[in-house]
């Protein structure tokens, strides 16, 4: 089996409500911004892997994904 190879962009993770001081220090490694009622997550440079582990740590939180789409390094 390759191991995973980082991507070329951006996971980003939108999650419904607005992160406290918990959530953000349990995604430290991550950008965490509130966009109105939502927060999102941004995890540059990850691969599939790392995006998983994201996952998992969301679901241990009990946190409500509503989005999760990789952003492109390149210009479009």
């Not at 996971?11 to 509130?34: C, H, K, L, M």
């Amino acid at each position: 089996m390759e191991p995973q190879k980082s991507t070329d962009g951006t996971y980003v993770i939108t999650v419904r409500g607005v992160a406290g001081p918990w959530v953000r220090a349990a995604f430290d490694e991550a950008q965490v911004s509130v966009v109105g009622d939502t927060t999102e997550l941004r995890s540059a440079g990850a691969d599939q892997a790392a995006l998983y582990g994201f996952l998992h740590r969301i679901e241990d939180l009990a946190l409500e994904v509503i989005d999760v789409h990789l952003e492109s390094a390149e210009p479009t």
